[in-house]
């Protein structure tokens, strides 16, 4: 089969596979004592789910986190189509982190996938659909220890150790998530004494609790089993995490054409970049509708009235976006960039190793996670 034609002039977002390896190895360290695993869920991050579970499959990863069953299911099928023989540790596990409905069941299963069951409807839809099947399977318990999104409290807490203690209830893991681990708060400690609390109604279960910004709190958080996210993609996760991790993700767009307009005119939607110097324009073929956020305009809209925007790297210079993000094409002022050293075809670097992601997501006024998960179809994932 012919692969899809995708033009040079489009955006394109480099992985680097050793770095995202690297991250790994680095998230391990800091907890020796404890598996170290990896939430690969929306799409591995907006980086492909499946060539980012293999390169952490390859680097000894084996505990793999995803929302929906059928995010899963993608990762499964990824993993058992690898071709070199295993190491000789135990198979890959795969949580589903988001409950589940009596038609995933059958899904679970026949992909061997682990539910993170939170309410008692959840554990009520599990163990019916066991016995339906006449099948036994792991599943994961999540508690609610001060978040107050998905767990269960003291009661169903209760509830399900007596299922589990009847052996009606197999669980592999016992879990909750930090709300504010990056954060200088004492929620993170309060969180940590109530999942000891809650936790100690399930003796012998593997626990966990460190996402990213926890691996490093320290190991008190660190458990059986860490789970880290953003820090695997090379995004902060706390003020210890800064410099220590490895930039994974390259996007760059192509410039389709560079301009000169006259002080006095304007640049862009809304004649929203009023220019004060004559100015050199590099029109880039990068947007919102590629996930290059709207809120990252230089100017014009309502968050950029108060910080200046972010900016891009070309012919290894910073220089400012121009104007307002329009759907399929960003603005660029390159006047301070030599003449000589740029041409249509140049491309220029809107997050990655020269340019940090954390970075254009706090001028953005956003977060990482969103610059990466918000990557649109267009935007050609490439390993390198």
């Given at each position: 089969m012919t692969a899809p034609h995708h033009s040079e002039r489009m955006p394109v977002v480099e992985i680097d596979r050793a770095a995202l390896a690297a991250n790994w190895a680095l998230l391990a360290a800091r907890n020796p004592g404890a598996r170290t695993g990896a939430a690969v869920k929306a799409d591995g991050y907006g980086l492909g789910a499946a060539e980012t579970a293999r390169t952490l499959h390859a680097a000894g990863c084996r505990d793999f986190f995803v929302a929906w069953a059928e995010e899963g299911r993608i990762v499964r099928a990824?993993?058992?189509?690898?071709?070199?023989?295993?190491?000789?540790?135990?198979?890959?596990?795969?949580?589903?982190?988001?409950?589940?409905?009596?038609?995933?069941?059958?899904?679970?299963?026949?992909?061997?996938?682990?539910?993170?069951?939170?309410?008692?409807?959840?554990?009520?839809?599990?163990?019916?659909?066991?016995?339906?099947?006449?099948?036994?399977?792991?599943?994961?318990?999540?508690?609610?220890?001060?978040?107050?999104?998905?767990?269960?409290?003291?009661?169903?807490?209760?509830?399900?150790?007596?299922?589990?203690?009847?052996?009606?209830?197999?669980?592999?893991?016992?879990?909750?998530?930090?709300?504010?681990?990056?954060?200088?708060?004492?929620?993170?400690?309060?969180?940590q004494a109530r999942f000891l609390e809650l936790a100690a109604l399930f003796p012998g279960v593997p626990r966990s609790l460190a996402n990213s910004a926890a691996v490093f709190l320290g190991s008190e958080f660190g458990f059986d089993l860490t789970r880290p996210g953003i820090a695997l993609y090379g995004g902060e996760a706390g003020p210890a995490s800064r410099g220590v991790l490895r930039p994974v993700a390259r996007l760059t767009a192509a410039i389709l054409q560079i301009r000169t307009a006259n002080a006095g005119e304007a640049a862009g939607y809304g004649a929203a970049a009023p220019l004060t110097?004559?100015?050199?324009?590099?029109?880039?073929?990068?947007?919102?509708?590629?996930?290059?956020?709207?809120?990252?305009?230089?100017?014009?809209?309502?968050?950029?009235?108060?910080?200046?925007?972010?900016?891009?790297?070309?012919?290894?210079?910073?220089?400012?976006?121009?104007?307002?993000?329009?759907?399929?094409?960003?603005?660029?002022?390159?006047?301070?960039?030599?003449?000589?050293?740029?041409?249509?075809?140049?491309?220029?670097?809107?997050?990655?190793?020269?340019?940090?992601?954390?970075?254009?997501?706090?001028?953005?006024?956003?977060?990482?996670?969103?610059?990466?998960?918000?990557?649109?179809?267009?935007?050609?994932?490439?390993?390198?």
């Open positions: 990824a993993l058992d189509a690898l071709t070199h023989p295993d190491d000789g540790t135990a198979p890959a596990r795969i949580f589903v982190l988001q409950g589940l409905e009596p038609d995933s069941v059958s899904l679970h299963l026949d992909a061997g996938l682990i539910p993170v069951l939170s309410t008692p409807g959840d554990i009520a839809v599990w163990c019916n659909g066991l016995k339906a099947a006449g099948r036994r399977a792991p599943a994961a318990i999540q508690l609610e220890t001060g978040m107050h999104r998905l767990g269960l409290d003291r009661a169903d807490a209760e509830a399900a150790a007596d299922l589990a203690a009847s052996g009606e209830l197999d669980l592999a893991l016992v879990m909750s998530h930090l709300a504010s681990a990056d954060e200088p708060t004492d929620q993170s400690a309060r969180q110097r004559d100015t050199r324009i590099a029109t880039v073929g990068l947007g919102y509708a590629d996930g290059y956020h709207r809120a990252a305009s230089g100017a014009g809209v309502a968050v950029r009235d108060v910080r200046p925007g972010p900016q891009a790297v070309v012919a290894g210079q910073r220089v400012p976006v121009l104007g307002r993000v329009s759907m399929d094409l960003t603005l660029l002022d390159v006047t301070d960039v030599p003449d000589n050293a740029l041409v249509p075809g140049d491309r220029a670097e809107f997050f990655g190793p020269n340019m940090s992601i954390d970075a254009v997501a706090n001028a953005a006024g956003t977060i990482a996670y969103e610059l990466l998960t918000g990557l649109g179809p267009r935007v050609e994932r490439r390993w390198v």
